[in-house]
Nanobody
Framework: QVQFVESGGGLVQPGGSLRLSCAASGFNFSHYYGSWVRQAPGKGPEWVSSISPSGSRVDYADSVRDRFTITKDNAKNTLYLEMNNLKPQDTANYYC???????????RGQGTQVTVSS
């Protein structure tokens, strides 16, 4: 059974930083792309970033490029998202999924809430 457990969210002031983690089980992340997706209240899901199975290729939405960094530790089967210079518009529930932006699997976890506010 595929499962994801996201953590690391919280309340942060604009300009602050957070590091999100996504521990996966039921499959081997070294064989799949991994992605972060976010959903703000009242809005649809927004793809944020993807990383290749080996971690050598990464891709970002324009809205987070140069502020967010996606990494993975295949030995721990865990995906990470380092978020810097956070803005109020980054406020959302963040969750991870198997797959890339163009080919993503439906399973997901509960996510972790990120709130950026002064």
């Amino acid at each position: 059974q595929v499962q994801f457990v996201e953590s690391g969210g919280g309340l942060v002031q604009p300009g602050g930083s957070l590091r999100l983690s996504c521990a996966a089980s039921g499959f081997n992340f070294s064989h799949y792309y991994g992605s972060w997706v976010r959903q703000a209240p009242g809005k649809g899901p927004e793809w944020v970033s993807s990383i290749s199975p080996s971690g050598s290729r990464v891709d970002y939405a324009d809205s987070v490029r140069d502020r967010f960094t996606i990494t993975k530790d295949n030995a721990k089967n865990t995906l990470y998202l380092e978020m810097n210079n956070l803005k109020p518009q980054d406020t959302a529930n963040y969750y991870c999924r198997r797959g890339s932006r163009s080919s993503i699997y439906p399973d997901r976890g509960q996510g972790t809430q990120v709130t950026v506010s002064s």
